[in-house]
């Protein structure tokens, strides 16, 4: 099955459009992949750097074992082979913002094979995208181009920190599988807890690479697009870029293998100016490490120790919680949402708990526009809310209103129902005295039901809800009404 | 086999190492020359043969995950030739 | 005070313990004799205060009985070792000013032993180069001369500087690095021992790097016995070097003077080329017949590979090294040339900073390691390198050590060979292999040439076992007694 937006009608007939992603996922560590200096981010320029960062003459690096674990997690997490013997290399280039001015990476050897990762699409179907492998490597520092105009400014804070980079195989067809693949996979890191996901602050960053060919014709040839840093510009980029090159092959031209920016102000993408001449980076195996050996037993505590994943989570929702597939899936897709939900869930009817998650709260997180980590309501102050419904306490109705003024306040919900007295009144005594009260002021009415006008029981049971400001359990009034009535 | 200017020219500029063209030649002469003297390891029959990865027998060793450096920045920019607000300094980059 | 100068470690060592001078004196006498000997232009930076200072903590440990095992001893050090607050220059101008706020885990370790720091030694630019002709301070002189001929000679290299000035009796020991042989051949040309111990015996933390899988540093010494003294001192695990070998360090010191009856000492045929000047070749025998003497028993073994480990190294050495070169670029530390943009800075800085030897390991490097040659080069190389070191492991099955000459030469005149790459590089044909299987390796003192030059041999080690080679060493150099000093002609120069 394939997406709507992944084949493009050009002037002379379909195109389909071919993604592959490499993604720079940054590693949650407390420091860097081969120095002691710190990872968090926005710290004062130049604070959280070595000498083994600066690349100072003599220093050498040494492997942050949190990193290599963190990696093995992250290959697990995406259902690939972890490589028992891997080897760091270094990537030769000149960039200022690149100390050595070599880069520490994986090259021939990856610490993770080949894997796998399902993409739920907007139709319903599963996209099953190839994993070709993960390594480990090192971010490089920031420039900073325009702190001043005749210079650069460089700040190595960032230089060094660990990245996984994931490349996919290209099995993604448009833009809508491509944002989908990219939430999946952010959510598995985040799952996993070996990446923070934030896309604005640089945690998670996309190489695109983009090719067009005629449906079942051979890949064409691919165009990277470098550091694309949000859902939106990849799909910006993608849409752009598959038009570009739809136009340069119908107008009879080739395209050229290279290296391109997205420009997020103009939508567009274009040549770097840069050209890195031939591309010639003389990888070789850093003389500086060894190879990275790991054991069956290690990699088995890891697995041993990996947190249930979306995946997983969404067929125990399903079948052991009795959830619908879609309201798994949406429950499911989020990390935060899945503990949120959970925690609302714990014993508590599941289909209710999901009913508010995905119902009343995401629409009023919607309205405000509040991610769920900010949610004025807690899960307990939901739950307690779900209980206050289930023993009684409240009528649904009520509970609505109830939650509305909890998410309003933040207050829970015990403190808003008895502020307003809004508990419901299941005494038999007083609603007995209410019944009787509206049987004696209908008498005609009365007379008509038992005639045979069945239909006039919901307005003797309006008339009960009114007087009790809508506060009577309704279960009760029936029960007495009939008592009285029939 | 010979070693021409371009080629020259190319590793020059790999190596970011400025040749005037005037030493092209003379550079690749003396490079062609170790690298012909090099060449005679074609004649070993490597077939079978791992490359050397290290030479004594070790595993690599591994730091544990905790802040152990940095924090001085002062020490880090001390012998930049051009540095300003905490930032090295460099000829303007146009990507 | 000349006298303390001519000392050897182990003698100072025991003299400061009995208090016979204090190691201040000891510091004065060498700074004055390091003042003196400028004309050898062994030391590019001279540290006569921090000298001074060092030996007045040492002279308070000892009288607290808190002594190091070099305690007072005052030694130079290779301009390689970073040194906290001292200017690193590798003998290049790339490095300009450059004053590393951190020290080598080696020269850390040899402070805390008590040492005593005279200055910074004169060296090929990078460690490249086998007569100490490439640096930017330019040539370092052999203390030695030809008998009548007063032509400066090249005290060998890369460690140059530390070998003139040991041998000059300004200094009673120095470090050195070794990557292809730049500790063992200098010890040969100027009279010295000189030991280059098993790859990750000594932490390259702090060690300028040139090529990362055969950088080791080692010690130049006057004799067997101090060489074990300043080794034991160096060595160590370092935690802050992936490659250095969490293994015990022994007393090397208390390895010597043991018998070496029914050592097995190995003759690696290989090594007997055409080449080889009758002097060396005779020399060998010689050194062969001592060691058959004390009781070790000699046998021929075959080291096939070995006619290719040279140029395998002169693959793998330039190729590490223009990666680990490629940080001199001009922005963090050291020289910068102005340019047209970040580029021309780049390669202005490298072009001006850069000698040629260097530019020209820098560019074979680069080449080999390129798309579509990695393959047939590097690749290849590395092939070899295990096949060299396998050649090694053979050997090691049937014998505990091997003697070979150090070096194809005695000290050549200065200018000599240095518009001959390959040439130069042969220099080194006895000293790569061992360096390429990362094995521990002895020059040791052995007679004069003809010409009256010091000339030395080599014992090969198996891997960490430097105990077994100094043992040997110590026979041979009580059976070769040599006793030969320079003249010093560059006291009378002032
Ligand atoms: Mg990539
Ligand atoms: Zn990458």
Request: net charge negative; proline share 5%.
């Given at each position: 099955?394939v997406?709507?937006?992944?084949?493009i009608?050009?002037a002379?007939g379909?195109?389909?459009?071919?993604?592959?992603?490499?993604?720079h996922a940054?590693?949650?560590s407390?420091?860097?992949l081969f120095?002691?200096?710190a990872t968090?981010f926005?710290?004062?320029?130049n604070?959280q750097?070595s000498?083994?960062?600066?690349?100072?003459?003599?220093?050498?690096?040494?492997?942050?074992?949190?990193?290599?674990?963190?990696?093995?997690r992250?290959?697990?997490g995406?259902?690939?082979?972890?490589?028992?013997?891997s080897?760091?290399?270094?990537?030769?280039?000149f960039?200022?913002?690149l100390?050595?001015?070599?880069?520490i990476?994986q090259?021939?050897?990856?610490?993770?094979g080949?894997?796998m990762?399902?993409v739920?699409l907007?139709?319903?179907?599963?996209?099953?995208?190839?994993?070709?492998?993960?390594?480990?490597e090192?971010d490089?520092?920031?420039s900073?181009?325009?702190?001043?105009p005749?210079a650069?400014?460089?700040?190595?804070?960032?230089a060094g920190v660990?990245?996984m980079?994931i490349?996919s195989?290209p099995?993604?067809?448009?833009?809508?599988?491509?944002?989908?693949?990219?939430?999946?996979?952010r959510?598995?890191l985040?799952?996993?807890?070996?990446?923070?996901g934030?896309?604005?602050?640089?945690?998670?960053r996309?190489?695109?690479?983009?090719?067009v060919?005629?449906?079942?014709a051979?890949?064409?040839t691919?165009?990277?697009i470098?550091?694309?840093?949000?859902?939106?510009?990849?799909?910006?980029?993608i849409?752009y870029?598959a038009?570009?090159?739809?136009?340069?092959?119908?107008?009879?031209g080739?395209?050229?293998?290279?290296?391109?920016l997205?420009?997020?102000?103009?939508?567009?993408?274009?040549?770097m100016r840069?050209?890195?001449?031939?591309?010639?980076?003389?990888y070789?195996?850093?003389p500086?490490?060894l190879?990275?050996?790991?054991?069956?037993?290690?990699?088995?505590?890891i697995r041993?120790?990996?947190?249930?994943?979306?995946?997983?989570?969404?067929?125990?929702?399903?079948?052991?919680?009795?959830?619908?597939e879609y309201?798994?899936g949406?429950?499911v897709?989020?990390?935060?949402?899945?503990d949120?939900?959970e925690?609302v869930?714990d014993g508590?009817?599941a289909?209710?708990?999901?009913?508010?998650?995905?119902g009343?709260?995401f629409?009023?997180?919607?309205e405000?526009?509040r991610e769920?980590?900010?949610?004025?309501?807690?899960?307990?102050?939901?739950?307690?809310?779900?209980?206050l419904?289930a023993?009684?306490?409240?009528?649904?109705?009520?509970?609505?209103e109830?939650?509305?003024?909890m998410?309003?306040?933040?207050r829970?919900p015990?403190?808003?129902?008895?502020e307003r007295?809004?508990e419901?009144v299941?005494?038999?005594?007083e609603?007995?005295?209410?019944?009787?009260?509206?049987?004696?002021?209908?008498?005609?009415?009365?007379?008509?039901?038992r005639?045979?006008?069945?239909?006039l029981?919901?307005f003797f049971v309006?008339?009960?809800?009114k007087?009790s400001?809508g506060?009577?359990n309704?279960?009760?009034?029936?029960?007495?009404?009939r008592?009285?009535?029939? | 086999?010979?070693?021409?200017?371009?080629?020259?020219?190319?590793?020059?500029r790999l190596?970011?190492?400025?040749?005037?063209?005037?030493?092209?030649?003379?550079l690749g002469?003396?490079?062609?020359?170790i690298?012909s003297?090099?060449?005679q390891?074609?004649?070993?029959?490597?077939?079978?043969v791992?490359?050397?990865?290290?030479?004594?027998?070790?595993?690599?060793p591994?730091?544990?995950d905790?802040?152990?450096?940095?924090?001085y920045?002062?020490?880090?920019?001390g012998?930049?030739?051009e540095?300003e607000?905490g930032?090295?300094?460099?000829?303007?980059?146009?990507? | 005070?000349a006298?303390?100068?001519?000392?050897?470690?182990?003698?100072?060592?025991?003299r400061l313990?009995?208090?016979e001078?204090?190691?201040r004196e000891?510091?004065?006498?060498?700074?004055?004799?390091?003042e003196?000997?400028?004309?050898?232009?062994a030391?590019?930076?001279?540290?006569?205060?921090?000298?001074?200072?060092?030996?007045?903590?040492?002279?308070?440990?000892?009288a607290?009985?808190?002594?190091?095992?070099?305690?007072g001893?005052?030694?130079?050090v290779?301009?390689?070792?970073?040194?906290?607050?001292v200017?690193?220059t590798?003998?290049?101008?790339?490095?300009g000013?450059?004053?590393?706020?951190?020290?080598?885990?080696?020269?850390?370790?040899?402070?805390?032993?008590?040492?005593?720091m005279?200055?910074?030694a004169?060296?090929?630019?990078?460690a490249?180069?086998?007569?100490?002709?490439?640096s930017?301070?330019?040539?370092?002189?052999n203390p030695w001369?030809?008998p009548g001929?007063?032509?400066?000679?090249v005290?060998g290299?890369?460690?140059?500087?530390?070998?003139?000035?040991?041998?000059a009796r300004?200094?009673?020991?120095?470090?050195?690095?070794?990557t292809?042989?730049?500790?063992?051949?200098?010890?040969?040309?100027t009279?010295?021992?000189g030991?280059k111990?098993?790859y990750?015996?000594?932490?390259?933390?702090?060690?300028?790097?040139f090529?990362?899988?055969?950088?080791?540093a080692?010690?130049l010494?006057?004799?067997?016995?101090?060489?074990?003294i300043?080794?034991?001192?160096?060595?160590?695990?370092?935690?802050?070097?992936s490659?250095?070998?969490?293994?015990?360090?022994?007393?090397?010191?208390?390895?010597?003077?043991?018998?070496?009856?029914?050592l097995?000492?190995?003759?690696?045929?290989?090594?007997?080329?055409d080449?080889l000047?009758?002097?060396?070749?005779?020399?060998w025998?010689?050194?062969?017949?001592?060691l058959?003497?004390?009781?070790?028993e000699t046998?021929?073994?075959?080291?096939?590979?070995?006619?290719?480990a040279l140029?395998?190294?002169y693959?793998?050495?330039p190729?590490?090294?223009?990666?680990?070169?490629?940080?001199y670029d001009?922005?963090?530390?050291g020289?910068?040339?102005?340019?047209e943009?970040l580029?021309?800075?780049?390669?202005r800085?490298?072009?001006?900073?850069?000698?040629?030897?260097?530019t020209?390991?820098?560019m074979?490097?680069?080449?080999?390691?390129?798309?579509?040659?990695?393959?047939?080069?590097?690749?290849q190389?590395q092939?070899?390198?295990t096949?060299v070191?396998r050649?090694?492991?053979?050997?090691?099955?049937?014998?505990?050590?091997?003697?070979t000459?150090?070096?194809?030469s005695e000290?050549f005149?200065?200018?000599?060979?240095?518009?001959d790459?390959?040439?130069?590089?042969?220099n080194d044909?006895?000293?790569?292999?061992?360096?390429?299987?990362?094995?521990?390796?002895?020059?040791?003192?052995?007679g004069?040439?003809?010409s009256?030059l010091?000339?030395?041999?080599?014992?090969?080690?198996?891997?960490?076992?430097e105990?077994?080679?100094?043992?040997?060493?110590?026979?041979?150099?009580s059976?070769?007694?040599?006793?030969?000093?320079?003249?010093p002609?560059?006291?009378?120069?002032?």
């Amino acid at each position: 099955m394939v997406g709507d937006d992944a084949v493009i009608e050009g002037a002379t007939g379909s195109w389909e459009v071919v993604i592959g992603l490499e993604v720079h996922a940054q590693v949650i560590s407390d420091a860097k992949l081969f120095s002691g200096a710190a990872t968090a981010f926005g710290a004062e320029p130049n604070t959280q750097v070595s000498f083994i960062d600066a690349a100072m003459p003599g220093t050498l690096p040494v492997i942050n074992e949190a990193c290599v674990a963190q990696a093995v997690r992250t290959g697990l997490g995406l259902n690939a082979e972890i490589n028992r013997y891997s080897v760091f290399d270094r990537k030769n280039y000149f960039y200022p913002d690149l100390p050595p001015n070599y880069q520490i990476s994986q090259y021939a050897q990856p610490v993770v094979g080949p894997g796998m990762v399902r993409v739920d699409l907007e139709d319903g179907s599963v996209r099953e995208v190839g994993i070709e492998r993960l390594h480990l490597e090192q971010d490089a520092g920031k420039s900073l181009h325009d702190r001043r105009p005749d210079a650069t400014c460089v700040d190595l804070n960032r230089a060094g920190v660990a990245l996984m980079e994931i490349v996919s195989r290209p099995d993604l067809r448009g833009v809508g599988e491509a944002g989908a693949y990219i939430r999946k996979l952010r959510a598995i890191l985040r799952y996993l807890g070996t990446c923070d996901g934030n896309m604005e602050q640089g945690s998670l960053r996309c190489d695109v690479n983009v090719s067009v060919r005629r449906p079942g014709a051979p890949l064409g040839t691919r165009c990277e697009i470098k550091n694309v840093n949000s859902v939106r510009f990849v799909q910006q980029a993608i849409d752009y870029e598959a038009r570009r090159q739809i136009d340069i092959l119908e107008g009879g031209g080739e395209i050229e293998q290279e290296t391109r920016l997205f420009d997020a102000d103009r939508g567009v993408t274009r040549s770097m100016r840069r050209k890195e001449e031939a591309h010639d980076y003389r990888y070789f195996p850093d003389p500086d490490l060894l190879p990275l050996e790991l054991s069956d037993a290690y990699i088995d505590a890891i697995r041993a120790g990996l947190p249930e994943l979306p995946d997983q989570k969404k067929v125990r929702f399903v079948e052991q919680l009795g959830l619908s597939e879609y309201d798994a899936g949406v429950l499911v897709a989020e990390k935060e949402v899945a503990d949120y939900f959970e925690r609302v869930a714990d014993g508590r009817e599941a289909k209710t708990a999901s009913n508010w998650v995905t119902g009343e709260l995401f629409g009023k997180l919607n309205e405000s526009g509040r991610e769920i980590t900010d949610s004025p309501v807690s899960p307990d102050d939901l739950g307690d809310l779900i209980d206050l419904v289930a023993d009684g306490t409240l009528s649904g109705r009520l509970a609505k209103e109830v939650f509305d003024a909890m998410f309003e306040s933040g207050r829970p919900p015990g403190e808003i129902v008895e502020e307003r007295g809004l508990e419901q009144v299941s005494d038999r005594g007083e609603i007995e005295a209410l019944v009787d009260t509206v049987v004696g002021e209908n008498a005609d009415k009365v007379e008509e039901y038992r005639a045979g006008k069945d239909k006039l029981f919901g307005f003797f049971v309006g008339q009960v809800m009114k007087a009790s400001q809508g506060r009577a359990n309704p279960k009760v009034v029936n029960d007495i009404l009939r008592q009285k009535l029939d | 086999m010979s070693l021409d200017k371009a080629t020259v020219s190319r590793i020059a500029r790999l190596a970011r190492i400025r040749v005037p063209d005037e030493d092209l030649e003379r550079l690749g002469g003396e490079l062609d020359n170790i690298l012909s003297w090099v060449e005679q390891l074609g004649e070993v029959d490597t077939s079978d043969v791992p490359p050397m990865t290290s030479v004594v027998e070790m595993r690599l060793p591994k730091r544990e995950d905790t802040v152990t450096d940095g924090a001085y920045p002062e020490k880090v920019l001390g012998n930049a030739p051009e540095s300003e607000a905490g930032f090295f300094v460099v000829p303007k980059v146009v990507e | 005070m000349a006298e303390l100068t001519r000392l050897t470690i182990a003698e100072a060592r025991d003299r400061l313990r009995g208090r016979e001078f204090s190691a201040r004196e000891l510091a004065q006498a060498h700074n004055l004799a390091v003042e003196k000997a400028r004309p050898l232009n062994a030391i590019v930076l001279e540290t006569a205060d921090r000298a001074l200072d060092m030996a007045e903590v040492s002279d308070k440990r000892i009288a607290n009985g808190e002594e190091g095992v070099l305690e007072g001893i005052p030694l130079a050090v290779k301009d390689l070792f970073c040194t906290d607050g001292v200017r690193a220059t590798a003998g290049s101008r790339i490095l300009g000013n450059f004053v590393p706020p951190y020290e080598s885990t080696v020269t850390a370790n040899l402070w805390n032993a008590g040492a005593v720091m005279l200055g910074k030694a004169n060296m090929d630019e990078f460690a490249m180069g086998s007569s100490n002709e490439t640096s930017c301070f330019g040539p370092v002189e052999n203390p030695w001369r030809l008998p009548g001929n007063g032509s400066p000679i090249v005290p060998g290299g890369s460690s140059g500087g530390s070998a003139s000035i040991v041998a000059a009796r300004a200094a009673l020991g120095a470090t050195g690095t070794d990557t292809g042989g730049s500790v063992r051949q200098p010890a040969s040309f100027t009279g010295l021992v000189g030991l280059k111990p098993t790859y990750g015996r000594c932490s390259r933390w702090g060690i300028i790097a040139f090529a990362s899988s055969l950088d080791q540093a080692g010690p130049l010494t006057r004799t067997v016995r101090d060489a074990a003294i300043m080794l034991t001192a160096m060595s160590g695990y370092d935690p802050k070097d992936s490659t250095s070998a969490d293994v015990p360090v022994p007393d090397f010191e208390a390895a010597l003077g043991g018998d070496i009856k029914g050592l097995r000492v190995g003759i690696p045929d290989e090594y007997r080329t055409d080449e080889l000047p009758a002097e060396i070749a005779a020399l060998w025998q010689q050194g062969l017949r001592w060691l058959e003497d004390a009781g070790a028993e000699t046998r021929d073994v075959r080291l096939p590979h070995t006619k290719y480990a040279l140029p395998a190294y002169y693959i793998v050495a330039p190729a590490e090294a223009s990666s680990n070169l490629a940080r001199y670029d001009g922005v963090r530390y050291g020289l910068r040339v102005k340019g047209e943009d970040l580029v021309d800075m780049y390669e202005r800085t490298r072009a001006e900073g850069f000698g040629p030897e260097v530019t020209r390991r820098v560019m074979i490097g680069t080449y080999v390691l390129s798309e579509g040659y990695y393959d047939a080069y590097y690749l290849q190389a590395q092939k070899v390198r295990t096949l060299v070191a396998r050649d090694f492991e053979n050997a090691f099955e049937h014998v505990d050590v091997l003697l070979t000459p150090t070096a194809p030469s005695e000290a050549f005149a200065v200018g000599d060979k240095s518009d001959d790459p390959i040439a130069m590089y042969l220099n080194d044909v006895f000293t790569v292999p061992a360096s390429m299987a990362g094995l521990p390796a002895i020059s040791v003192p052995a007679g004069l040439s003809k010409s009256g030059l010091p000339l030395g041999l080599q014992l090969i080690g198996k891997a960490f076992d430097e105990e077994t080679v100094l043992r040997t060493a110590d026979v041979l150099e009580s059976a070769a007694g040599f006793e030969a000093e320079p003249e010093p002609w560059w006291e009378m120069t002032q």
